[in-house]
């Protein structure tokens, strides 16, 4: 998050800020909290996957309608590479919850910035801060200790473990198509 000057905002403009502040945070929230429906629900992992995506697409599609007729060939067929690389993620990730924790399943699928990284380094030619490796090392060493730190660990803990970082590549996958597709329409 990109750090913001407060003391020069009006009070209507930091009021604007904070309220967006605020929704960010009850967003992840409301996210990090999925999770634990889905470990919860008695539907099998892959069709709550399929419900999760199904009752967004109501609520979604009218604001696109009427500007998916315009969309060339080329986007269309990136965009259904993205939309794969979403399910993929959202059905390891669902699975996952059934065979870790949650907490372990969330931890290894907000992994995503180690697969980000250096593909767009590679593939985008984008830069990054030398500070990322200190972050980097801290991250490691924290996935380390949070993941040894299980009192039965079973062949399912680490087969939902590989999973939920699985999810973590095909999301950063997704998020890099996505914004190569962003960029294509809006620059």
């Given at each position: ?56 697409i109501?609520?979604?599609y009218?604001?696109?309608k009427?500007?998916l ?10 965009l ?10 959202l ?5 996952s919850?059934h ?5 372990n ?6 992994l ?17 801060k030398?500070?990322f ?7 490691i060493?924290g996935?380390?200790?949070l ?28 998020l ?8 294509w329409i809006?620059?």
């Amino acid at each position: 998050m990109r750090k913001v000057d407060t003391t020069r905002l009006s009070s209507t403009a930091l009021k604007n800020y904070n309220k967006k502040l605020f929704l960010a945070v009850i967003a992840i929230c409301f996210l990090a909290t999925g999770g634990i429906f889905v470990k919860l629900s008695n539907l099998p992992p892959i069709n709550t996957a399929l419900y999760r995506v199904l009752f967004s697409i109501p609520i979604l599609y009218p604001l696109v309608k009427n500007e998916l007729p315009a969309i060339e060939l080329k986007t269309k067929m990136v965009l259904l590479l993205a939309g794969i690389f979403l399910a993929l993620d959202l059905i390891l990730w669902n699975i996952s919850f059934h065979l870790t924790t949650v907490a372990n399943a969330n931890l290894y699928a907000n992994l995503v910035p180690f697969t980000i990284i250096p593909i767009a380094y590679f593939v985008f030619k984008e830069r990054f801060k030398k500070k990322f490796f200190l972050g980097a090392a801290i991250c490691i060493i924290g996935v380390i200790l949070l993941s040894s730190g299980k009192i039965k660990p079973t062949f399912d803990n680490y087969q939902g473990d590989i999973l939920a970082f699985l999810t973590s590549i095909f999301y950063a996958l997704f998020l890099l198509v996505v914004y190569k597709v962003r960029v294509w329409i809006f620059w």
